[in-house]
């Protein structure tokens, strides 16, 4: 058990040495807020480090969401400083998650938005209930993907269909998301998680993990590492742009107030 305990997220465990790392602020669809990824920050970098955890699964609690995107609510009033600060912490989880030395999977059990859809594709692989909803509704809010979206989605299912889910904000179920090679799996909702551990936790767990390490290295250098940081700061910078601008202030202001946003065109 990671020596932490967090307000919220839940930490479990399942022999051998699988840990589920659970976002817990159900009533919020799981957003993640600046305490929640804090959180996460120090509950991943303790994982890292525990030789006891061999792989981590991060999921949520409830039957509603994975993660509905960071907390629109917190973002709404950043200033372009904060919203820079708050993206880089996204990203110190983001790059935690994609580079421990242990796999990391994403058991994506229902809305995976914006920064859910982030935080799934920095996992090494996801696995979807049949409940699974992706997407990056960023620009629908006024701003852009802030935790590594512009980049780690391509990456995963191709140029072409992450300009589109990033343009237009549409949401992917899961048979679509298995179709565009975004999740591994689709999985019935009943006993997801569950059958995550079984199947695919536990099976890496039993194998050399100094080997998977190893592998998992490898991986890494070879796709992702070259000008990663270039990459973070570029849209940590561009996302603190976007804060303070009408169309940031008029979509996060109309997700509170529920009601459709009044964008500007756009400007020269
Ligand atoms: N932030 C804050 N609160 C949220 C969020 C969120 N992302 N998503 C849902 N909630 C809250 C709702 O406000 C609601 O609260 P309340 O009951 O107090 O009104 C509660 O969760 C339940 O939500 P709904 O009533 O809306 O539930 P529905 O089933 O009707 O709809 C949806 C579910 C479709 C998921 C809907 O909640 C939704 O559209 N959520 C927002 C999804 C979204 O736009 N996500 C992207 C956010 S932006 C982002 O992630 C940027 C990442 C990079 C950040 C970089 C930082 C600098």
Do not use: W
């Amino acid at each position: 058990m990671s020596a932490t305990s967090f307000e919220n997220l839940l930490i479990d465990r399942a022999d051998p040495g699988v840990a589920i790392v659970k976002i817990n602020r159900p009533r919020a669809l799981n957003a993640l807020n600046s305490a929640t990824l804090k959180d996460l920050r120090t509950a991943l970098t303790e994982l890292a480090g525990d030789k006891t955890a061999r792989v981590v699964v991060l999921t949520g609690e409830g039957d509603k969401a994975f993660i509905a995107g960071a907390d629109i609510a917190e973002m709404k009033d950043l200033s372009p400083g904060a919203g820079v600060s708050f993206s880089a912490v996204g990203h110190e989880v983001a790059k935690l998650l994609e580079t421990m030395p242990k796999p990391t999977i994403a058991a994506v059990n229902g809305f995976a938005l914006g920064g859910g859809t982030e935080m799934a594709v920095a996992c090494d692989f996801i696995i979807a209930s049949e409940k699974a909803v992706f997407g990056q509704p960023e620009v629908g809010l006024g701003i852009i993907p802030g935790f590594g979206g512009t980049f780690r989605l391509s990456r995963a299912i191709g140029l072409p269909a992450a300009k589109e889910l990033i343009y237009s904000g549409r949401k992917v179920k899961a048979d679509e998301a298995k179709a565009m090679g975004l999740c591994n799996h689709v999985l019935p909702a009943e006993g997801f998680l569950a059958a995550v551990i079984e199947n695919h936790a536990k099976p890496i767990a039993l194998q050399s993990a100094s080997a998977v390490a190893k592998a998992k290295a490898l991986i890494v250098e070879f796709t992702e590492s070259h000008g990663l940081n270039t990459k973070i700061d570029a849209e940590a910078h561009a996302f603190g742009r976007l804060m303070t601008s009408h169309d940031q202030r008029e979509g996060m202001g109309a997700f509170t107030e529920k009601r459709k946003p009044q964008f500007e065109g756009l400007k020269a």
